[in-house]
């Protein structure tokens, strides 16, 4: 997705799917200035990637969380779908069931 011309930033985490267990779920940052629907960017994915890698959803954000190095933090965005919970005391990563 960093190919596409209107990206700059993406990353893709699993999401669950309804009647379905789990797909992947795109979050999409766009260059300033640029604007892009996401069935643009689901058709530029199916013209460019593998079908089983195309998301099944797609989300836009201002910015994406990342460590202080400059690594995106998808930890983060899987807990903002509700797929998991954190542990504050242990300061792990949990799965909720």
């Known amino acids: 997705m960093y190919t596409h ?10 999401a ?3 009647g379905k267990g789990e797909g992947a779920k795109a ?3 766009l260059k ?14 199916r013209q460019n ?4 890698k195309v998301p099944k959803f797609i989300e836009f954000q201002d910015q994406l969380p990342k460590t ?3 690594k995106v933090l998808r930890r983060l965005l899987v807990v903002d779908e509700g797929a998991w919970t954190i542990d ?3 300061d792990e990563v949990d799965p909720i069931d």
Do not use: K, M
């Not at 300033?32 to 530029?44: A, H, K, N, Q, R």
């Open 88 to 90: 504050a005391a242990e």
């Open 32 to 45: 300033p200035g640029e604007t892009c629907t996401s069935d643009e960017i689901l058709v530029f994915c």
């Open 49 to 52: 990637l593998a079908p089983y």
């Open 27 to 29: 979050f999409v940052v």
């Open 16 to 18: 669950p799917v309804e």
């Open 68 to 70: 202080q190095v400059g």
């Open 5 to 14: 011309r209107q990206i700059t930033e993406a990353a893709v985490v699993r």
